[in-house]
């Protein structure tokens, strides 16, 4: 099992889209070179001034490729600061180096962060042998000692757990994504399964009719041409949406006409008011299911996390392009933050299938407003 273990964090790929050199990364370098020279100025007892340069150097110029080139900035850093040390014991040079090198803390850190399972073992075996050598250059107590192992090796446990944490967070967020594809696939997957039933209903209606009633056929091929055309778009909509396999569910999916039935009375706290204007006619059936889906996890969420709320109010507004949701509660604005879990990312993902906005935060006055824009023929991206 040690084994497999020792194999598995060899093996790791470094993480995906490691961001590159930021504004706040010069600034770092900025602050910790303004830090170097007045060490340079103010201390005394520091080794020669070529040296104090070369390290500087190589600690500054590093940082700024520390997470797209995890080991090359260990390996330039911590190599040039070993060749420093080395010189030093070699030619017998009084004085110490700069605090600043600290900040060759931020290497170890990176490279447990960015780098691949076989660049942090490599990485960590050459900041190893540099905490060897400049013990030995600077002659530290046994404590000094210690407490610098144990700085770099807490700041490469720092990063690993980072890593991981934000791994596993990426995990949790893609299976919220997956699961709100795969319900909104099922939803789209009955409405297409309506629709090819009516459409056998009138095939079949106008065949019989079709020698007694020509004139009744013809009705019957208008209702068959307009289902199927419905039909194409939902399944246009099932191919741009990612489904798992799994069984169907055959119970009627919610929708619009669903969304009144979530309302409250005044006996139950929060109370629930709900209110449709505009036109709802020929809304797309998962358009529909999406404005109840949605409703729905805002009112719970309404529920379980906004303090103080008396009262949700619910208002979908149809026009002829797109429905709009909003949902405000009056709960109270302090300590007020985001639902735990990933509802909202559920939420954001089904508004997103269908082509729409979704967007949650505090309302400008008091409590929490959760609002989405759906187009009324629920287009996928």
């Not at 691949?116 to 960590?124: H, N, P, Q, V, Y």
């Not at 036109?279 to 358009?287: C, G, K, Y």
Request: charged residues 20%; hydrophobic residues 45%; proline residues 4%.
């Amino acid at each position: 099992m040690a084994t497999n273990a020792l194999h598995s964090l060899w093996a790791e790929p470094r993480p995906a889209n490691a961001p590159d050199r930021r504004p706040r990364d010069w600034a770092l370098v900025a602050v910790l070179a303004c830090w170097s020279l007045l060490e340079v100025v103010l201390r005394q007892g520091l080794a020669p001034r070529p040296l104090l340069l070369l390290a500087v150097f190589a600690v500054l110029g590093p940082l700024l490729w520390r997470r797209t080139h995890p080991l090359v900035a260990v390996a330039v850093s911590f190599g040039t600061l070993t060749i420093v040390d080395i010189v030093r014991i070699l030619t017998g040079s009084q004085g110490t180096l700069q605090n600043s090198i600290s900040a060759a803390l931020i290497l170890a850190y990176a490279l447990f962060r960015w780098g691949s399972g076989r660049e942090a073992a490599s990485g960590l075996g050459v900041i190893l042998l540099w905490l060897t050598i400049t013990n030995i250059a600077d002659s530290t107590s046994l404590a000094d000692s210690v407490a610098a192992y144990g700085f770099f090796l807490f700041a490469a446990a720092l990063g690993a757990a980072i890593r991981y944490h934000t791994k596993i967070l990426t995990r949790d967020i893609d299976q919220a994504k997956a699961r709100e594809r795969e319900q909104l696939a099922r939803e789209l997957h009955d409405t297409v399964a309506h629709h090819v039933s009516g459409i056998a209903i009138q095939a079949q209606a106008g065949r019989a009719v079709a020698a007694s009633h020509p004139e009744r056929a013809v009705e019957a091929l208008a209702v068959i041409e307009d289902a199927a055309t419905r039909t194409l778009t939902e399944l246009r909509a099932i191919v741009g949406v990612l489904r798992a396999t799994q069984d169907t569910e055959f119970a009627p999916q919610p929708g619009l006409a669903e969304v009144e039935q979530l309302a409250t009375d005044d006996r139950t706290r929060p109370c629930v008011e709900v209110t449709l204007f505009g036109e709802f006619d020929d809304l797309s059936p998962a358009v529909g299911a999406a404005i109840y889906r949605l409703a729905q996890e805002s009112i719970t969420n309404a529920r379980r996390h906004a303090r103080h709320a008396t009262q949700v109010t619910v208002a979908v507004t149809g026009d002829a392009d797109q429905v709009r949701l909003t949902i405000d509660d009056d709960g109270s604005a302090a300590g007020r933050r985001a639902p735990a879990g990933y509802g909202l990312v559920g939420m954001r993902e089904r508004a997103s299938l269908l082509g729409g906005t979704f967007h949650a935060g505090p309302a400008a006055e008091r409590g929490w407003r959760v609002e989405a824009v759906l187009p009324r023929t629920g287009t996928p991206r």
